[in-house]
């Protein structure tokens, strides 16, 4: 089955500790993204990557990496979270480029305390 | 405001009516996509409209595109309760990235 798969699902964390949201596709997709969603602000784009070793800022970049050593794989990486981290968050994948339609995984839940 | 706003912010229909949301935007685009979002899930791809169309079908779900006036529509005809989500336009316009709009929540009562 075609699929953007995300772990953890749900997360809750403190300040300053390190963590990793996991990121797979299995549709040999170019163009992977990561998105934050918050109540009244809609989906906002963190990072994209156009293809492995390829990563750029999306619109909220600020405390986020990203790496693309695979195709499949784009982990997200909140390497001191603060509590204004605390979102759903979203990995998003498509063929070629963010043009085309996008496969949602299923959300991560991260709280920051 | 943003690029790709939906209107209304909330609508609640009974079963059976139609359900019309509405996106604006601002900047030229190259094509408009329409996303559905249930609670607190990942959004699923809808339909996708490009700037030279002016009407998409593709089910119950009509969508048509008025560049002149920079906004399209998403018309849900026969609406069910499964339909209750959230809605979202999403724009391309040539970064690289969609932006999405803050959504439309749809309730359809049974």
């Known amino acids: 089955e075609a699929q953007v798969t995300q772990n953890p699902r749900y997360l809750i964390t403190v300040t300053g500790k390190k963590l990793t949201v996991t990121c797979s596709q299995n549709?040999?997709?170019?163009?992977m993204s990561w998105y934050r969603q918050d109540p009244g602000l809609g989906l906002r784009q963190i990072y994209y990557s156009m293809n492995v070793e390829v990563t750029d800022k999306g619109d909220v970049p600020e405390g986020y990496k990203v790496s693309r050593k695979e195709k499949r794989n784009f982990p997200l990486i909140l390497e001191s979270p603060s509590p204004n981290q605390t979102s759903l968050y979203f990995c998003a994948s498509s063929l070629s480029s963010g043009s085309n339609e996008q496969y949602f995984g299923p959300g991560t839940r991260l709280t920051v305390t | 405001s943003q690029q790709g706003e939906e209107d209304p912010q909330a609508l609640s229909i009974q079963e059976g009516e139609n359900a019309t949301m509405n996106c604006s935007y601002k900047?030229?685009?190259?094509?408009l996509q329409w996303y559905r979002q249930n609670s607190g899930r990942g959004l699923v791809h809808l339909i996708l409209i490009r700037s030279n169309e002016r009407e998409k079908h593709s089910g119950r779900l009509r969508v048509t595109l008025d560049t002149s006036k920079k906004s399209s529509s998403l018309l849900i005809t026969a609406s069910r309760a499964a339909d209750t989500a959230s809605y979202f336009c999403?724009?391309?316009?040539?970064?690289?990235?969609?932006?999405f709009g803050s959504g439309t929540r749809l309730q359809v009562q049974p």
């Open positions: 549709m040999n997709h170019e163009y």
């Open positions: 999403a724009t391309d316009t040539g970064r690289r990235a969609l932006t």
């Open positions: 900047t030229s685009i190259n094509n």
